[in-house]
């Protein structure tokens, strides 16, 4: 069997083998994770800039709209970002992509594809 060895994720196998296949799965939910983080962390410097802008806005009227607007564009990009997570959840249990007792976006296991003989 060729093997292709990746100093970051380690060894994939080729060929279908669930070896291979449970290596992209860790990848993906990893990704996934990161990127759900990502979003998490920029929610809250958004919403902390908002915050900022608010309290010094002082009587100016267009600086509070702006403050407004930003804090509520870091709401909607929660709400977005929850969306994600729940429509992934839901992706994942249709196609069985969960295994061994571990959920989602912990690892994302592949059905098995039956070796070609």
């Known amino acids: 069997m060729d093997q292709i060895i990746n100093p970051v994720i380690g060894v994939l196998g080729l060929g279908g083998t669930a070896e291979g296949q449970n290596t992209i799965g860790r990848l993906l939910a990893r990704v996934f994770s990161a990127a759900l983080a990502i979003g998490a ?22 600086q509070l709209e702006a403050a407004r607007s930003t804090i509520f564009q870091a709401l909607i990009g929660l709400i977005i970002l929850a969306s994600i997570f729940a ?3 839901i992706v994942g249990l249709i196609l069985g992509l969960e295994c061994a007792g571990q ?3 912990d690892v994302i296991c592949w059905p098995e594809i039956p070796a070609s003989t």
């Open 87 to 89: 429509i992934a959840r």
């Open 103 to 105: 959920q989602f976006p």
């Open 41 to 62: 962390i920029a929610f809250l410097l958004y919403l902390v800039l908002g915050a900022f802008r608010w309290l010094t806005a002082g009587d100016n009227k267009g």
